[in-house]
């Protein structure tokens, strides 16, 4: 039997979309494309398809920790990338599981929205994770109706959001994707006033699953120990790339093509 270097474990906690195009499976596929092993764990099933989400159902607490602990005890994470969480206990049960990984960087997906404009948590849950989660953050990546939630600014621009945002974590990537310019403007402000605008071009279109895709794959590229404006700019690249080669299986949004037609050939 071959036996190869291991490469990078980076630990996700996300809900499962049955849909496949956003969710755990958009971790597992953004993770693969990186060069990284994806842990799967597990936080909520939901009735979503790709035009929206109808229901969902946050597990249990002990479930979630188990699944968790199973990874830390046996494997070395690298890193750890957060998705939907949905409820308050559930934000308790991730600052306990980053206790037991001390130093590993965390990348927060605040998943409070589906693509198709449905809630995946009360907006309270955006309140618990500011407080709690983002300190813990090496990089939180709202879009910015998210990143107003978790700022409490309605009517906030990025820079608003921003301001306020980085009382509470080091590093903030706000995505560009839910406005209506010709060009896309995804901002990261650091806590230390530096700040970087990464442009692209507007594609046609709606997608499902492009904030797990994005989030997946910076932090596959921290635990690759890729710099952090440098794993920024080829997650945002990365990302850009499976949105202009989409493609829609279903009646609603245009699912991220993350892995090559070939890639078990």
């Known amino acids: 039997m071959n036996r190869y270097p291991s490469r990078p474990v980076v630990l996700c906690l996300s809900g499962h979309d049955p849909s496949g195009g956003a969710g755990l499976q958009a971790d597992i596929e953004a993770l693969l494309a990186q060069g990284c092993h994806a842990a799967p ?35 070395p994470v690298a890193a750890v990338k957060l998705g939907m969480l949905g409820s308050l206990e559930m934000v308790d049960t991730v600052v306990e599981i980053m206790q037991s990984l001390p130093g590993v960087p965390l990348v927060c997906d605040p998943v409070l929205r589906a693509g198709g404009g449905g809630a995946l948590g009360k907006d309270e849950v955006g309140y618990a994770m500011r407080e709690r989660l983002l300190p813990l953050c090496r990089i939180a990546t709202p879009n910015l109706p998210e ?59 709606s997608y499902h699953g492009s904030g797990c895709t994005l989030a997946s794959t ?39 093509r993350r892995l090559p037609l070939d890639f078990c050939s």
């Open 41 to 75: 764990a597990v936080t909520a099933l939901t009735v979503q398809d790709t035009v929206n989400v109808s229901d969902f159902r946050v597990l249990d607490r002990a479930w979630v920790l188990a699944q968790a602990h199973a990874v830390i005890s046996d494997l």
């Open 147 to 205: 990143a107003r939630i978790l700022a409490e600014l309605p009517e906030g621009s990025a820079d608003q959001c921003a301001a306020r945002l980085l009382a509470h974590c080091e590093h903030l990537l706000i995505t560009g994707g839910h406005g209506d310019e010709h060009e896309v403007h995804n901002r990261l402000y650091s806590r230390d006033g530096s700040q970087h605008t990464f442009t692209c071009m507007r594609l046609p279109g």
């Open 218 to 256: 910076l932090a596959g590229r921290l635990a690759l120990g890729e710099e952090l404006v440098s794993a920024v700019r080829t997650a945002l690249a990365y990302t850009w790339r499976t949105l202009r080669d989409a493609e829609q299986p279903g009646h609603g949004q245009y699912v991220p």
